[in-house]
Structure formats: C-alpha cells, structure tokens
C-alpha cells in the first residue's frame, strides 16, 4: 500500500462514517507534504512526514513549547509511527502572499511578526532542543561549496580558493557563535507565516535549536522569497532591536554593534540557502528553487561589500562568475 493509501485509510479512521475531501495544501522543501481535509464545515491540516526521512516526535515537542506563547497549529490527532499528523488549519494565506498583493500592510505584519518572534525568544525550556553549534553551523556553510560551487556552477576550487574560503568561514562562524544564544525557529520567513487571527500563524518550526539571537531576524527581513530596500530593512531592524531590549532578550545594547551581527548572521545564512538551493534543484528535482538564488546572491555581496573581512569573499564570488578583472586577484590574510 503507497503512501496515499495509507494517509486515506487514517484520516478514514479520524472521522468514521463521515464523507471528507482531500486536497494537496502546500508543499514543503523537504520530503514531508501538507493536504487540506475538509469534512462538514471543518477543514484541518494533515502532514505526512515519511518516519524514514522526518521526526514527528520533534515537530510535537516544539509545537508543545510554543503552544501557549504563538499562535501555532494544535494537535488534533498523530500517528508517529506511520508518520501522520492532523493539525488545525491557519489558513490559506501566507505573509509571501499578503505582503506580494498588499505590501502597504508590511509595516503591520512584520510588526505583528517581530512581535511573535520576541515572545519566542522569551522561551525559557530550552534543554531538549539541539544547540545551534559549530559543527551545525559549519555543516551548512559547507553546503555551499559542495553544492553550488561543485553542482550548480560546476567549478572545482583550487588551494588558494580553498584557503580563501576556510578563512572567511572561520571569520563567519567566530561572530555567529559569540552572540548571545536564544530560541530560534531557523525559518521564520514569509511562507511559514500566516495571516490569521492571532497574527501570525508560525509553521515549519520542527527545526527548531537554541542559536544566535540574529538568525530568526534575517530570516524575517532578508528573505529569500521577497526583497525590501535596505532603508525599511533597517527601520524593521531598530524596531525589533528596541522591542527586543524592553523584552529582556539579550541582544547588543548598542544598535551598530546588533546590526553587525544581523549582517554577518545574514552571511552565514544566504551562504547556506544558496548551498540548500543548488541541492533541492539537482539532488530533489525541485528546479524552482533556481530562480530565488539571484536574491539570496544579493544579500551576500552587499553584505560583503560593508565589511572588509568579508572582502576576500567576494573576490572569490566575482572569480566564481568569471566577473574577476583581468589581473589575477591575490588575497593577503
């Protein structure tokens, strides 16, 4: 019996003797699969997370600490060992979709979303979720090479890229590591959030690790899926600073030094998502994901182009797109 029949046969088993539809709700980056059932006048949510390749055990545990804080799915029904799961609904419209036909209702829903993010990060039971470490940090950065330098652009690194690279990412990781650790969602970004009552409605949080207090503000703000001139980025950015402060969260009491932070957690980010990128298109056959790679390369040059540590990084990016001038770059640590 296929996946579909067995998700059937459950949801038979949540409502028996009542007539149900079932229709495909979204899809997610990674193997689990979202499908909207409606029976009578109630819809709710039913995830399918395949147990050999996804942990429902940790998307209950995180929607447990967060249910009383945020407005996230409640547990209707689970089934772990098949790897079932249904949740009530938030809805069908995402911040991506609000913010796209409306953006002049940004300044509320990220408001509302800075909001959430705070009182998140007020989360005190910490203990069972993993540590946003160096070896987890360094994983990702390493997607990059593997994945977009290696598959995407198909280049192979000399020694000297190589070193390049190994020192940037030493620089990378020294910063995020030495800011102040809090809960972090790990992608509180426009297409995990939805317009709902409470605002917002917070999805995909299952990932979730005790990291650097920046990570879920980058997420929010240099979104990978829509873009905001810098000047409102920085608005957004004191904004959150100012409520975060009045909140108790420990960020850097001086806003520069926050906003660094911000920007080089931003770094080690848009590294990894052009790494997950270049992997979901030619290892998961999810080609899309292509076209939001020129966003994300953005981010990460601008950024590199402010700080002059990160300046070897972008030497090593314009000689990645042959975009180098023609005397040979050399890089002096």
């Known amino acids: 019996m296929n996946r579909s029949q067995l998700l059937e046969n459950w ?26 059932v409606q029976t009578g006048n109630e819809t709710l949510i039913v995830m399918d997370a395949p147990p050999a390749q996804e942990d429902c055990g940790q998307f209950l545990h995180v929607a447990e600490l967060l249910a009383d804080t945020v ?15 249904l949740l009530s609904d938030l809805g069908n419209l995402t911040y991506l979709q609000a913010l796209t036909e409306q953006p002049e209702t940004a300044d509320r829903l990220y408001a509302q979303a800075t909001d959430a993010l705070v009182s998140m990060q007020r989360t005190q039971a910490l203990e ?48 995020n590591l030495a800011q102040p650790r809090v809960f972090v969602h790990r992608d509180y970004h426009s297409r995990n959030l939805m317009v709902s009552e409470p605002n917002p409605g917070i ?11 920046t990570y879920d503000l980058v997420s929010l703000f240099k979104d990978a899926y829509i873009h905001w001139d810098e000047a409102q980025v920085l608005d957004w950015a004191i904004r959150y600073w100012e409520k975060a402060r009045h909140a108790g969260i420990p960020v850097q009491r001086d806003f520069g030094d926050f906003y660094r932070d911000f920007e080089w957690m931003g770094v080690q980010r848009h590294i990894k998502v052009l790494g997950i990128f270049a992997r979901l298109a030619y290892r998961d056959g999810k080609q899309a994901y292509l076209d939001d790679m020129p966003l994300v390369m953005s981010y990460l040059r601008k950024a590199c182009e402010r700080y002059r540590e990160l300046g070897f990084l972008l030497n090593l990016l314009d ?13 002096t640590f």
């Open 203 to 213: 999805l995909d949080f299952q990932d979730a690790v005790v990291g650097p207090v």
């Open 11 to 36: 949801i038979k088993q949540q409502f028996p003797g009542a007539s149900f539809t079932l229709q495909p709700a979204s899809a997610d980056a990674s193997f689990r699969r979202y499908f909207r």
């Open 128 to 175: 069972n979720l993993p540590a946003y470490d160096e070896k987890l940090l360094r994983f990702e950065l390493n997607l990059f090479p593997e994945w977009y330098i290696a598959k995407h652009l198909q280049i192979e690194l000399n020694d000297e890229q190589k070193t390049v690279l190994e020192h940037v990412f030493a620089c990378i990781l020294q910063n």
């Open 319 to 331: 000689e990645l797109d042959n975009n180098a001038s023609d005397r040979r770059i050399g890089y």
């Open 71 to 85: 407005h996230v799915p409640k547990i209707r029904a689970q089934d772990i060992s098949q790897g079932f799961l």
